[in-house]
């Protein structure tokens, strides 16, 4: 990302609490105001019907571990998930077998190489390294619990729906687009499976894989989700325990090294927060104890990041105070408002 474009936002420190509902109100109205103008970057095209989507679309959500929520612009606009989906998965994964058994079979280190890499599964002996690239991803989609591809699924829809705080739904026009298109990702769990990394029937478990991505969601259920992570595994606006404390400190140190594909070291030092990209333009960042922003707009740079939801996120993140390595000692702290 540009980072010249956050020039002059000052870098509050992430030590203290987020400024009172007012601020940051006003804060996510200004950084929404302030790229609506930026048309950098392309919409995702390798899945037919998201060629089709407004690229003017742009929403902004913040959610904090109180409940306190902020809205701006198409915040309430449904798109797909896509690889949003995996942290939250993941999650799942955890919370059901444990850190070191999801450790052992998916691993957390980057593969160095692009999200659909065949040649990093060949590389590693068909470990798929990390939980974020699709072969990663497709490997714990298969540890979700269920007898059937369509009870894993089901799963996984509830799952999510308690990290979001409402019953999320499938976009079946999405979903039959990639479903259409997804010879690679085919190809990654037959890989998976000729290597005995990966149990059960490699086209179901991809094809329940393509349904977790076609989710529909918004920028401000993203926000929720990620605030669930933030908040210790406690939707803050349900109240619900989604998953245990353990398991979203698992999820983030993970989401922190490889959650912006091939940019998330650049991403980690220029704005210093987990965060997860799609390619239909969804990007939520979280901050932990404080809570999450969120962005969606569709058109991407050329790693597969949201130009505008990069922007706004960063924005928010030095203006709030929430890049995790920001600090000052702590006597001189009185407040970030
Ligand atoms: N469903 C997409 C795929 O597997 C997700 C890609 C993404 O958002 O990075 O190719």
């Known amino acids: 990302m540009d980072v010249e474009a956050l020039s002059g ?29 930026d048309r950098s970057g392309t919409v995702a095209d390798y899945i037919p019907v998201l060629a089709e989507v ?55 280190n980057n593969t160095g190489l692009a999200f659909n890499s065949l040649m990093a599964l060949e590389r590693n002996a068909g470990h798929p390294m990390n939980p974020m690239v699709n072969a990663g991803a497709i490997a714990t989609t298969a540890l979700v619990p ?58 179901e478990i991809v094809d329940v894989y393509t349904r977790q991505c076609a989710l529909s969601v918004t920028a401000h259920d993203l926000a929720v989700m990620g605030a669930t992570l933030a908040d210790g595994g406690v939707n803050p606006v349900t109240g619900q325990r989604v998953v245990s404390a353990d398991v979203c400190r698992d999820t983030l140190a993970v989401v922190a090294s490889t959650g912006l594909y091939e940019r998330s070291g650049e991403w980690l030092f220029e704005i210093g927060l987990p965060a997860k ?11 932990p104890g404080k809570g999450a922003v969120a962005g969606f707009s569709p058109r991407l740079d050329s790693a597969g990041n949201s130009v505008r939801s990069q922007l706004a996120i960063g924005h928010l993140s030095r203006a709030l105070g929430l890049n995790l390595f920001a600090s000052a000692p702590a006597a001189t702290v009185r407040t970030n408002a």
């Open 9 to 37: 936002i000052p870098q509050q420190v992430s030590t203290g609490a987020l400024p009172a509902w007012e601020s940051v109100e006003e804060l996510v109205r200004e950084a929404h105001r302030r790229y609506t103008d």
């Open 54 to 108: 407004d690229p003017e679309l742009f929403g902004l959500a913040v959610i904090e571990v109180d409940g306190g929520t902020h809205d701006a612009g198409d915040a309430l606009h449904p798109f797909s998930i896509q690889s949003i989906s995996k942290m939250f998965v993941y999650a799942l994964a955890i919370q059901e077998h444990g850190h070191q058994r999801v450790r052992d079979i998916v691993g957390v």
């Open 146 to 203: 269920g007898a059937t591809a369509v009870e894993q699924w089901e799963r996984i829809r509830e799952g999510l729906s308690a990290f979001a705080g409402r019953a999320l739904s499938l976009d079946g026009v999405v979903y039959a687009s990639e479903a259409a298109t997804n010879e690679r990702n085919r190809a990654m769990g037959w890989l998976l499976r000729s290597y005995g990394r990966m149990s059960g029937d490699p086209d």
């Open 277 to 287: 990209s799609g390619v239909a333009g969804g990007i939520v960042a979280v901050s």
